[in-house]
C-alpha cells in the first residue's frame, strides 16, 4: 500500500480559501486513482473529489463544484484540495485517499490519509 501524509488545513473565515496536501510514498503513486473525502462530527465519511492517474479528469461533489480544485504532481508524489469561497458547512476532517478505482464511495479505496481539520467561521 501507499502511505499518505497530510498537511495543510486549519481556521478561515467564510469567503476564504485553504489548500491542503497529500504527499504519497511506498508505491509508485501514479498507479493510484486519488480522492477526498470529509466527515463532519456526527456524519458519514462524504466523497469531496477525485483525480484520474494522470490528473487529465477529475470530478467533484456537487456541494464543491465550482469552488474546490483538485490537482496533482505526479513528479513530487502530490495531490492537492485547493479550497475557495469556503462556507461554515465545508468545516469537518478532511481525508486524502489512495486507490486503484474511482469511486464516490469510501470502501473501494486502500489508503488514507491521517486526517486534518478544516474549520470555516462564519
Known amino acids: 500500500q501507499v502511505q499518505l501524509v497530510q498537511s495543510g488545513g486549519g481556521l478561515v473565515q467564510a469567503g476564504g480559501s485553504l489548500r491542503l496536501s497529500c504527499a504519497a510514498s511506498?508505491?509508485?503513486?501514479?498507479?493510484?486513482?486519488m480522492a477526498w473525502f470529509r466527515q463532519a462530527p456526527g456524519k458519514e465519511r462524504d466523497f469531496v473529489a477525485d483525480?484520474?492517474?494522470?490528473?487529465?479528469?477529475?470530478s467533484y461533489a456537487d456541494a464543491v463544484k465550482g469552488r474546490f480544485t483538485i490537482s496533482r504532481d505526479n513528479a513530487k508524489n502530490t495531490v492537492y484540495l485547493q479550497m475557495d469561497s469556503l462556507k461554515p458547512e465545508d468545516t469537518a476532517v478532511y481525508y486524502c485517499?489512495?486507490?486503484?478505482?474511482?469511486?464516490?464511495?469510501?470502501?473501494?479505496?486502500?489508503?488514507w490519509g491521517q486526517g486534518t481539520q478544516v474549520t470555516v467561521s462564519s
Open positions: 485517499a489512495a486507490g486503484t478505482v474511482a469511486s464516490a464511495q469510501a470502501a473501494p479505496y486502500e489508503s
Open positions: 511506498g508505491r509508485t503513486f501514479s498507479n493510484y486513482v
Open positions: 483525480t484520474s492517474r494522470s490528473g487529465s479528469w477529475t
